[in-house]
DNA sequence: CGTGTAAGGAATTCTGACACG
DNA sequence: CGTGTAAGGAATTCTGACACG
């Protein structure tokens, strides 16, 4: 399921997130998309449930850079790449 | 593995075969893509895998109705939906 | 029959920015 | 901080057709 194969429309409606929000997402460091020789990003399975976990943990009051540091620890278990 | 999510062009990379090749087993009845709302063809991992399958099959001197044959008929057995 | 290609159009995705708060 | 939006451009994909054999 870490194969990069889908675009972000099919992400928008697998996650129910907005292109702004995943872009920022990969902005904050938070998911690392692969791209295509023409600069879209591709997402994996695993990528999209990372995004969901992400949105959750925003939903309930942390900030990206809590989770980016979470990340980095190895803590706050969910979905792993 | 049966979730059509992604673009011909991914499929093109992971298959080896050409967009043309693609669309003319899908207009032969041998794959069903799936759709956006813009009109773009979405696949899903077992359609790679059943996309080589044919084209090996081709290559060994089969025809696309022969191959449509075989499917309806349950036979041939390789991956499956 | 299976595949290549040039043609024109429509849909997708991209970046940087201004906005709100 | 996290997200919305309008802006212009570039890359992607689509269909129907002519071609070869």
Redesign the pocket.
């Known amino acids: 399921m870490s194969e990069k194969v889908?675009?972000?429309?099919?992400?928008?409606e697998l996650t129910g997130?907005?292109?702004?929000?995943?872009?920022?997402?990969?902005?904050?460091e938070l998911v690392f998309?692969a791209?295509?020789?023409?600069?879209?990003?591709?997402f994996s399975f695993d990528d999209v449930e990372r995004l969901k976990d992400?949105?959750r943990k925003?939903?309930d009051g942390?900030?990206?850079?809590?989770?980016r540091k979470a990340q980095l620890a190895g803590s706050s278990r969910s979905i792993e790449t």
């Open positions: 889908m675009g972000i429309g099919m992400v928008r997130l907005t292109e702004r929000q995943i872009r920022y997402y990969e902005d904050r998309p791209r295509t020789s023409g600069g879209a990003r591709k992400i949105h925003l939903r942390f900030h990206t850079f809590e989770l």
